[in-house]
């Protein structure tokens, strides 16, 4: 049965190093028990695989909100990326947390599988070489050692149309801003065009305006800027949202208040599928949630 379900994963993985990597155990050792030549502890290997679906098993009895949903937010950040990528050039998409801004970003991408490439940075991209090395992986081109060799490569295997989504940009330095804005002009000097898009939080734009002498040739080349807020939450968000509730006057309106909180969309679906996994998601099931969690709104 184990082996069976282990087939069924390597198909869904698309290989078999694929679902080696998911399962945290080495292609050598999957390959082996493939063809029933393992001679190691079996038992012992079977039971881990064993216990990974047990967990995934688990996970799709949870309830869960899916999908995406076109909200007033989502689809305005949709479009910026579409005018970004269109045009060229810089485009800036910065707002509160959990409002939708990388579900908006990773369905364009879906939408847009050959010529938008997305990557997501965190504090750790703290220099030039690992923004541009993240961008190479993406886009499939060669990794020189050097940042100007780097930066080629780059170059060389990009093509005119093309859209570049940096999320989390907020992680971005002047050095790393510098490098990544260079890759459109170069486009914008042969009558191409490259997108470049940053998305995060506000900080990515107060970084930018803070020294508007320094960042001059960013703001120069900005096409356009959207700033987003959990104020801007429409009632009608809520609806789309939670369309089983959507003619439910008092827990929409409820759902809505929580959403213009800090816990943004995000934090009131995840408040919405725990009342949903608990049974109860009536107004009193939603804020009994809201009330053990000891949410503030």
């Known amino acids: 049965m184990t082996l069976s379900k282990l087939e069924t994963l390597i198909q869904e993985q698309g290989s078999q190093a694929s679902a080696s990597s998911v399962l945290g155990i080495t292609p050598s050792i999957i390959s082996s028990l493939r063809k029933g030549t ?7 290997v079977l039971e881990k695989i064993e216990d990974y679906f047990k967990v995934k098993e688990q996970y799709q009895k949870i309830y869960k909100t899916k999908g995406y949903v076109k909200t007033s937010i989502s689809e305005s950040i949709y ?12 485009a800036i998409a910065c707002g509160d947390a959990g409002i939708g801004k990388t579900k908006a970003v990773f369905q364009y991408k879906k939408d847009h599988p050959n010529n938008c490439f997305v990557i997501t940075l ?3 991209f703290s220099s030039v070489k690992s923004v541009l090395g993240a961008v190479a992986d993406e886009i499939g081109a060669d990794k020189p050692k050097s940042k100007d060799g780097l930066w080629l490569s780059l170059r060389n295997k990009l093509s005119d149309g093309m859209l570049i989504i940096v999320d989390e940009a907020q992680n971005l330095n ?9 890759l459109p002009d ?4 042969e009558g191409q065009t490259l997108g470049i898009a940053f998305v995060g939080n506000p900080g990515i734009l107060s970084y930018i305006l803070s020294d508007r002498s320094k960042f001059a040739q960013i703001i120069s080349r900005k096409k356009t800027t959207g700033i987003y807020t959990t104020s801007k939450i429409q009632r009608e ?8 509730i959507a003619d439910k006057e008092l827990e929409i309106d409820y759902l809505w208040k929580i959403a213009k909180s800090i816990q943004g969309v995000r934090g009131t679906v995840n408040i919405f599928d725990k009342a949903i996994a608990n049974g109860n998601y009536t107004y009193e099931g939603i804020k009994a949630i809201v009330d053990v969690l000891n949410i503030t709104i």
Not at 79 to 90: A, F, K, P, S, W
Not at 237 to 244: R, T
């Open 174 to 182: 002047f050095g790393t801003i510098e490098a990544l804005r260079s």
């Open 38 to 44: 393992y001679t190691g502890n079996i038992e012992l």
């Open 237 to 244: 968000d809520i609806q789309k949202l939670f369309p089983m």
């Open 79 to 90: 479009g910026l990326l579409e005018l970004c990528q269109t045009e060229g050039g810089i």
């Open 122 to 124: 965190n504090p750790c």
């Open 186 to 189: 170069t486009f914008e000097h």
